[in-house]
């Protein structure tokens, strides 16, 4: 995979008109707020499938506001194997494992075609210390990014195979369904290898736990489609496992 080089252009990004505003921008600015926050997300910049908007080792410049497209975060271990540690849809940012040492420690590669608002790091710090309600914003993205953590070492850490399924499938469901998608319908961008490894599990684990919840009548799948036929069936393998603690 190379990094894509030729897909940085000169559009302007309005944020004051993007639906996705309130999903990734604070809200409650005023138009002259608006304008000088448009100054700094200038640009867009779009990314084909399989391509890597950055790689472990890069210098941190940015921060990425997904437009459209999903993304996975990955990291590479030394005997070669790839370890997947998030899934990124729009509306989300991704690009904070650089802030702590100028580098990027993970890949970002690009499941489907997809385009990021590209937002200088230290162009926003800059405007943070004049506008209040922009550096509360960064610091609940990064706030948002530990809580994520700790649930993935929970996944990680205690929970059986059922668990952890059906754990992603509701946080999945939901994070679409606050962008206007189906509460009980969804594509998954991601292979069910790609899964496993985010969720620590075998790929034949994945799709025997998905068969289960088949069989179950819990989801329908075809292919990469998924129907959620009870949402509450998997409300009850994750509650079960939190009272089992």
Do not use: W
């Not at 608006?34 to 100054?39: G, T, W």
């Not at 391509?51 to 497209?69: H, K, P, Q, V």
């Not at 800059?126 to 700790?150: A, T």
């Not at 509701?170 to 069910?192: C, D, I, K, P, Y």
């Amino acid at each position: 995979m190379q990094t894509s080089l030729n897909t940085l252009e000169g559009l302007k990004v309005a944020c004051s008109n993007c639906n996705l505003r309130e999903l990734c921008m604070p809200t409650g600015f005023n138009p002259d707020e608006m304008r000088r926050l448009d100054e700094v997300v200038e640009k867009r910049r779009r990314i084909k499938q399989g391509e890597l908007l950055f790689s472990s080792g890069d210098t941190f410049n940015s921060l990425y506001a997904i437009r459209t497209g999903f993304f996975k975060t990955c990291v590479t271990s030394e005997d070669g194997r790839e370890q997947v540690t998030g899934f990124q849809m729009a509306g989300e940012i991704i690009g904070m494992d650089g802030i702590v040492s100028d580098h990027h420690n993970c890949n970002a590669v690009a499941l489907e075609d997809a385009e990021v608002c590209v937002m200088p790091f230290s162009d926003i710090e800059n405007l943070s210390r004049e506008l209040p309600g922009l550096q509360r914003h960064v610091h609940k993205i990064m706030s948002r990014e530990i809580v994520r953590e700790h649930g993935v070492m929970l996944l990680l850490g205690s929970m059986r195979a059922e668990e952890r399924l059906a754990a992603f499938l509701l946080n999945l469901v939901q994070r679409l369904h606050a962008r206007g998608f189906s509460q009980s319908e969804l594509v998954l961008r991601m292979t069910r290898e790609e899964i496993g490894s985010y969720l620590g599990l075998k790929l034949e684990t994945v799709s025997r736990t998905f068969s289960k919840f088949v069989e179950e009548e819990i989801v329908e799948v075809k292919q990469r489609h998924v129907r959620i036929l009870s949402t509450e069936g998997l409300q009850r393998l994750v509650n079960n496992q939190a009272h089992c603690e």
